[in-house]
């Protein structure tokens, strides 16, 4: 059974850093798209940041020059480095895996998600 672990949330000021996690299992890591969304209370899931082949990564406009992810094979893990962040990045993250490299920001070219982490940021 596949099963995507979130990690590494907490509370943080603004101007802070935090870096997340995501373990997957029970899947054949590298032939998914990696994806990081975040959903805030009362508002949408949205789309932060994903990858497919290290030189193919994309970034919400919110969080470009901020956030930085990564992958590693070797460890079945999907990182995302958060610098500089701000209360409105304050949101449940979810980590999400699409198969083959068509993941999108669309919720709908996932098909695997993990529980969520909580991100708070203070100002």
């Known amino acids: 059974q596949v099963h995507l672990v979130e990690s590494g949330g907490g509370l943080v000021q603004a101007g802070g850093s935090l870096r997340l996690s995501c373990a997957a299992s029970?899947?054949?890591?590298?032939?998914?798209?990696m994806g990081w969304f975040r959903q805030a209370p009362g508002k949408e899931r949205e789309f932060v940041a994903r990858?497919?082949?290290?030189?193919?990564?994309y970034y919400a406009d919110s969080v470009k020059g901020r956030f930085t992810i990564s992958r590693d094979n070797a460890k079945n893990t999907v990182y995302l480095q958060m610098n500089s962040l701000k209360p409105e990045d304050t949101a449940v993250y979810f980590c999400?895996?699409?198969?083959?490299?068509?993941?999108?920001?669309?919720?709908?070219?996932?098909?695997?998600w993990g529980q969520g982490t909580q991100v708070t940021v203070s100002s």
């Open positions: 029970g899947l054949t890591f590298v032939s998914y798209t």
């Open positions: 999400a895996a699409g198969p083959g490299g068509l993941g999108s920001e669309e919720l709908s070219t996932y098909k695997y």
């Open positions: 990858v497919w082949r290290g030189d193919r990564l």
